[in-house]
């Protein structure tokens, strides 16, 4: 099993240049996250999924779009970079929030010029 | 929402010496606490876990406390390792509604040889 898998690892924007990054998790989990991380900032949650055709807003969502269409993809869309989104972003996957650990991507370093 | 106190943010021991890493939360619905370690350009990996129905849990060298009246929690490592150089995640989550791991700024844990 692959567990949690994010694609691009890097990509360098333009500011106003639109991107989609990729989540990928192979161990049928219900729920999927998205997260930045930025230097002392810890992992700050932008949106997350509760099941094939949910989403909904965390903490930090302006700026950003999800989709989640099928069960084990969960898309997160810059429609126009700026260079406040460039940061590390994380997806995570979970059976469910307090029932077992969250699996984390292996990171997207983003960085927007 | 929920929010997540850590400290310190960065603590250096001695090898062989104990750390302790502390974490408050806000919200009293929280029941789930999870901790995450992360190396340097690598995704977060679960360390240790503790529920509400619990005051403390031990995995070798690893243990957490949880103060449920007092709202907060602990990480605990005995006999510092080189490899246990990381950062470390304290997070918190009500589940049910699922609205993700609300994290901890981290603590950069140093070991001194």
């Known amino acids: 099993n692959a567990g949690v898998t994010q694609t691009p690892k890097f990509r360098v924007l333009k500011t106003g240049q639109s991107m989609t990054l990729l989540c990928a998790q192979d161990?049928?989990?219900?729920?999927m996250y998205w997260y930045r991380q930025d230097p002392g900032m810890g992992l700050r949650l932008i949106h997350y999924s509760v099941g094939e055709g949910t989403t909904a807003k965390g903490e930090v969502p302006d700026g950003y779009n999800v989709s989640r269409l099928k069960k084990q993809n969960f898309l997160l869309g810059l429609e126009s970079a700026a260079p406040s989104q460039t940061s590390v972003y994380f997806c995570?996957?979970?059976?469910?929030?307090?029932?077992?650990?969250?699996?984390f991507g292996q990171g997207t370093r983003l960085t927007v010029v | 929402g929920e929010n997540v106190e850590q400290h310190p943010s960065t603590l250096s021991v001695q090898e062989g010496d104990s750390a302790v890493i502390k974490c408050t939360y806000s919200?009293?619905?929280?029941?789930?606490f999870p901790w995450y370690k992360q190396e340097l350009g690598k995704r977060p990996q679960l360390i240790i876990d503790i529920r509400s129905n619990v005051g403390e849990k031990k995995d070798q060298r690893i243990a957490v406390t949880l103060n449920k009246t007092a709202k907060h929690f602990s990480l605990h490592i005995t006999e510092t390792q080189p490899e246990d150089s990381a950062v470390y995640f304290c997070a918190a989550s009500s589940g049910g509604g699922a609205d993700g791991l609300t994290f901890g700024k981290g603590t950069h844990l140093i070991i001194q040889p």
């Open positions: 161990m049928n989990h219900e729920y």
């Open positions: 919200d009293s619905a929280s029941n789930y």
């Open positions: 995570a996957s979970s059976y469910r929030v307090g029932r077992g650990e969250a699996f």
